[in-house]
């Protein structure tokens, strides 16, 4: 098992890229099932998520493998398996977002129940309140979502908010199911994150009749078939976030490219309300962190609002800040793995409910820490950048999920990470 060492305090400056967005992605690759053939996805990153989603489709009876130039090319010709395997799902739970397209593709599926998580309850069942307003029947049998669409599915008009708002991969589930429904579907309250919109951009370009991107209310003509697609999917707004507050903790520079400001503009608004510079620069901008951090206020929310998957990051930057701050989690309540990891850097953080109250410390102690889910381990890879002396952080392989050799890119950088395994 992998860990790293991190020396602090350092500085980060010089210019690093963003890669493809792992959440964009996920979805994606399950769309490429309602196209029989050969589609090519570009700037996918080398991820763990990735490739045991690519695993899923190959166990449904894709062919999946990395083109030279690193393209992602999905053969989904045949599908003669429509089961998403306990023993694939439970590693990763984006991988229900095959429900809605095998249902549609194949008209019947299984799919095992996403189990527990580190950050929280992560129910399903609006997703499958949503396909069963499309006229799947569906029961659970096994620890397995059957869904049956015999005779296919019939568009309707469907409320797809919950107790939290919207659902991300729900309305992903949902809208990928309803493209090849008969009639019309109206989704209202989908969510509205930049990833679902890069899905249905990509939907369309397939040949889907999608309207209303990027908004709460989708509008979807069922069509009677899609076609394989060459598509690039959008840069990752959580790795750009994260290069951010890397700049902002180190008190460094950052040039970040391919950088969608445009999709961050809560990130950007609550950076900058901390006292962290940021510029548009050709084909991203450049983040500078010179002067003393701030305290906030941060409540998550979904999107537009504070990204809950940078919740961690930001704890860990206020836990420097010059007074108080607190940070509310309202997607993911119980989201703070991070917070006694941060305690044991000498952070100052006292956790309230789905909220944590933060009193500003002049500096981190290097500690040994452990990651526990994706985010958080984030957040102590920033932390150990800005702490004094060695911070071991053991769990590495949560990080290697959503960011690609994240060494590898802040060492050029100043950082000093070494992997090791132990
Ligand atoms: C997506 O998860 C992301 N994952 C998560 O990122 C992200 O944290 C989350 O959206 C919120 O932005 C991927 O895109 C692969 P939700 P998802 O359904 O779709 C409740 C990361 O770090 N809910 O939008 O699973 C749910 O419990 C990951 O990259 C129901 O109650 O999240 C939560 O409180 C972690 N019933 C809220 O809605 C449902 O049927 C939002 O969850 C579905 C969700």
Same mark, same amino acid.
């Given at each position: ?287 500078? /962190?010179?002067?003393? =951090?701030?305290? &906030? ?6 999107? #537009?609002?504070?990204?809950? !998957? %940078?919740? +961690? ?39 309230? /409910?789905?909220?944590? =109250?933060?009193? &500003? ?6 500690? #040994?820490?452990?990651?526990? !889910? %994706?985010? +958080? ?46």
């Amino acid at each position: 098992m992998d860990i790293f060492k991190i020396e602090g305090p350092t500085r980060l400056c010089g210019s690093v890229t963003v890669n493809g967005s792992k959440n964009a992605t996920l979805p994606i690759m399950a769309a490429t099932i309602l196209a029989g053939g050969k589609s090519v996805l570009k700037s996918v990153p080398h991820l763990s998520d990735i490739s045991i989603f690519g695993q899923l489709l190959c166990e449904l009876g894709c062919k999946v493998r990395r083109g030279d130039n690193g393209d992602l090319c999905i053969d989904s010709t045949v599908i003669d398996n429509p089961v998403g395997d306990y023993e694939i799902v439970r590693r990763m739970r984006a991988s229900i977002c095959i429900l809605g397209p095998l249902l549609a593709r194949c008209g019947r599926t299984r799919v095992s129940m996403p189990g527990g998580c580190a950050i929280g309850d992560r129910p399903v069942d609006i997703h499958l309140r949503g396909l069963r307003e499309l006229g799947a029947k569906i029961y659970l049998e096994n620890g397995y979502i059957v869904a049956e669409a015999n005779g296919g599915l019939r568009g309707k008009e469907i409320f797809l908010g919950g107790s939290f708002g919207s659902t991300v991969l729900g309305t992903a589930n949902v809208l990928m199911a309803a493209v090849l429904a008969k009639g019309k579907t109206i989704i209202e309250s989908a969510a509205c994150e930049p990833e679902i919109a890069d899905l249905a951009n990509c939907l369309n370009a397939m040949g889907a009749r999608i309207s209303g991107i990027g908004s709460p209310r989708l509008t979807i003509e069922g069509v009677e078939e899609l076609h394989p697609i060459e598509y690039r999917v959008i840069p990752d707004r959580i790795e750009a976030g994260t290069f951010m507050v890397a700049a902002a903790i180190t008190k460094g520079q950052l040039h970040i490219n391919n950088c969608r400001l445009d999709d961050m503009m809560a990130v950007v608004d609550k950076l900058r309300s901390i006292g962290v510079t940021i510029d548009r620069a050709d084909g991203g901008c450049v983040v500078a /962190g010179a002067g003393p =951090i701030g305290t &906030g206020h941060i409540t998550t929310q979904p999107y #537009p609002g504070f990204p809950t !998957d %940078l919740q +961690a990051q930001f704890t860990a930057l206020l836990a420097l800040g010059s007074g108080n701050s607190v940070v509310i989690e309202k997607i993911f309540p119980d989201r703070f793995m991070h917070v006694a990891e941060l305690n044991r850097m000498a952070a100052d953080l006292r956790k309230e /409910g789905p909220a944590v =109250i933060v009193a &500003g410390v002049k500096k981190l102690i290097a500690a #040994p820490v452990m990651a526990s !889910d %994706l985010r +958080a381990s984030a957040a102590l890879v920033l932390a150990g950048m800005a702490a004094e002396g060695t911070t071991i952080v053991s769990r590495v392989y949560h990080i290697d999920r959503g960011y690609e050799k994240i060494e590898e890119r802040l060492n050029p950088l100043g950082a000093k990470i070494i992997r090791e395994n132990i």
